[in-house]
């Protein structure tokens, strides 16, 4: 039988740590793509002012794009009912 080269801990905790260091990072980029996507749709805004920056989120901005898409989403149904009844 060969030895224990991974020491006391075994192969079993080598193998959970390399998996918990995968979901770490895995969080970590799932959290960078949604700051990403939320600044694109200018819903948080960074700003960097001489010796303060700040992130702001655009409550405004975000109540008007989901309004746009209920209204949206109605018109598109409404338009799907006029079809199925015709």
Do not use: C
């Not at 260091?21 to 996507?37: A, E």
């Not at 010796?51 to 109540?63: C, F, L, M, P, Q």
């Amino acid at each position: 039988m060969a030895p224990n080269t991974l020491g006391q801990k075994g192969l079993w905790h080598s193998i959970y740590k390399h998996q918990e260091g995968n979901v770490i990072m895995r969080t970590l980029l799932f959290i960078v793509v949604i700051v990403l996507l939320l600044s694109l749709a200018g819903w948080l805004v960074f700003d960097f002012s001489g010796n303060s920056a700040s992130v702001e989120v655009r409550t405004d901005k975000i109540r008007q794009d989901t309004e746009d898409v209920v209204d949206k989403s109605k018109e598109l149904l409404h338009q799907a009912e006029q079809e199925i009844n015709h």
